[in-house]
């Protein structure tokens, strides 16, 4: 079984839909997207999307970057949450 591991930004929509943009994008780069098409920016969560295609909030995708070693930092200890910043 392949390791888990954080493989873009996201934001999950109010009604559910996640939206996802290749890295380097970072949040506020998927909101751009989103307002420009039109999508409600309310209500949402920042996330990031794994390598099994679901859905991870900052603190989960925290714990799975970490443990990934994919934080460029030399974090020695996983932080309350993870930042698109940390990554890319």
């Not at 996330?47 to 970057?65: E, K, M, N, P, Q």
Request: glycine share 6%; net charge negative; with cysteine.
């Amino acid at each position: 079984m392949a390791q888990l591991i954080v493989v873009a930004a996201a934001v999950l929509g109010s009604n559910g839909t996640m939206f996802a943009l290749k890295p380097p994008a970072r949040h506020d780069t998927i909101f751009k997207f989103m307002a420009e098409r039109g999508e409600n920016c309310h209500g949402t969560k920042q996330g990031f999307l794994l390598s099994d295609g679901t859905f991870a909030t900052r603190a989960i995708a925290a714990v799975v970057a970490f443990h990934a070693k994919q934080i460029l930092t030399k974090e020695t200890e996983v932080p309350e949450t993870l930042f698109s910043e940390d990554l890319w």
